[in-house]
């Protein structure tokens, strides 16, 4: 595996005073040598004004945020990193690498939950290059493998977490966000590795049941609803009537036998626990 490595380059401005001053003085000397007629001399020369003219293409910019990776005839040689104007081996190829954070966010898939439901999701992923020898020599194209790698964690995660929470405490992608978004960064980072990536952050940016099965989904759900209201109206009922019975067995100016205690239970559940307003009775005759 290709690490990166940091190369030792001249600084730019340097460089280009140096060589624009040697390529002025041995164009002089060139045509000076000629005027007196020494034409090895001044062929000498005019090799040199070429050769410097030729190591003014070893200029290149560097911008910040951003590496350039320098290979010489194949083999890679280091990178620089360091923003500005800089001179290296005019035959180094340069090849620029953005070290800027970027984002992805993939498009809407369908796949099955680990109940089996299908469910539309998508996600951002915040990355940035952090070895630009392995985003360049390790990978073919580091942004598409992201890209697509970034697409298969998401489909993974999808099939190891319902979509709702059928039990008190159970991880799901609606209702737990945030371990989700964490298990979804951590498969994310471990398929960029190997190109050189860092994943900044990972999270779900849309999650709904799909079409075909929307419709069915919202009964179920607001059946669950209405279950669970049922339970906690029951339960609350139930400690209402206990109370009510406690309080009038302790009093001394009521007495009921079990007959009636079971009768005004019975009476208590329906109003209580009724989802429509009770008509009241009066009774006017007598107890017996």
Same mark, same amino acid.
């Given at each position: 595996m290709i690490r990166e490595r940091e190369v030792s380059t001249v600084p730019?401005? !340097?460089?280009?005073? !140096?060589?624009?001053?040697l390529i002025g003085f041995a164009g002089y000397a060139s045509v000076h040598a000629f005027s007196q007629e020494d034409v090895w001399f001044g062929l000498g020369w005019a090799l040199v004004d070429t050769m410097t003219? &030729?190591?003014l293409f070893g200029l290149f910019? =560097? #911008? $910040? #945020?951003e590496g350039r990776v320098l290979q010489l005839f194949g083999d890679y040689r280091g990178t620089v990193s360091t923003p500005g104007l800089r001179w290296a081996n005019p035959f180094y190829s340069k090849r620029h690498v953005s070290l800027r954070i970027r984002n992805f966010e993939s498009g809407q898939l369908k796949v099955n939950d680990s109940d089996g439901n299908?469910?539309?999701?998508?996600?951002? =992923? /915040?990355?940035? &290059? =952090?070895?630009?020898?392995e985003a360049c020599?390790?990978? *073919? *194209?580091?942004d598409h493998y992201v890209r697509v790698q970034s697409e298969a964690a998401v489909r993974n995660l999808?099939?190891?977490? $319902?979509?709702?929470?059928? &039990?008190e405490g159970e991880v799901s992608l609606r209702g737990s966000t945030a371990d989700v978004a964490a298990d979804l960064k951590r498969e994310v980072q471990a398929r960029l590795d190997k190109a050189g990536v860092r994943v900044i952050e990972a999270r779900? @940016?849309?999650?709904?049941?799909?079409?075909?099965?929307? %419709?069915?989904?919202?009964?179920?759900?607001?059946?669950?609803?209405?279950?669970?209201?049922?339970?906690?109206? /029951?339960?609350g009922a139930v400690g209402m009537v206990e109370m009510a019975? +406690? +309080?009038? @067995?302790? %009093?001394?100016? !009521?007495?009921? *036998?079990?007959?009636?205690?079971?009768?005004?239970v019975s009476n208590l559940l329906v109003v209580l626990c009724g989802d429509k307003e009770t008509q009241p009775v009066v009774n006017t005759g007598s107890l017996r």
């Open positions: 730019g401005l !340097v460089a280009l005073f !140096v060589l624009l001053g003219f &030729v190591c910019m =560097v #911008n $910040p #945020n299908l469910i539309e999701i998508a996600a951002v =992923v /915040v990355w940035k &290059v =952090v070895d630009t020898a020599f390790e990978v *073919d *194209d580091y999808a099939t190891r977490y $319902p979509y709702d929470a059928h &039990v779900l @940016s849309h999650l709904a049941y799909a079409p075909e099965i929307a %419709s069915a989904m919202l009964r179920r759900q607001q059946a669950g609803a209405i279950i669970a209201a049922r339970e906690k109206i /029951v339960k019975l +406690q +309080q009038l @067995s302790e %009093s001394t100016h !009521v007495a009921l *036998d079990d007959e009636r205690k079971a009768a005004m």
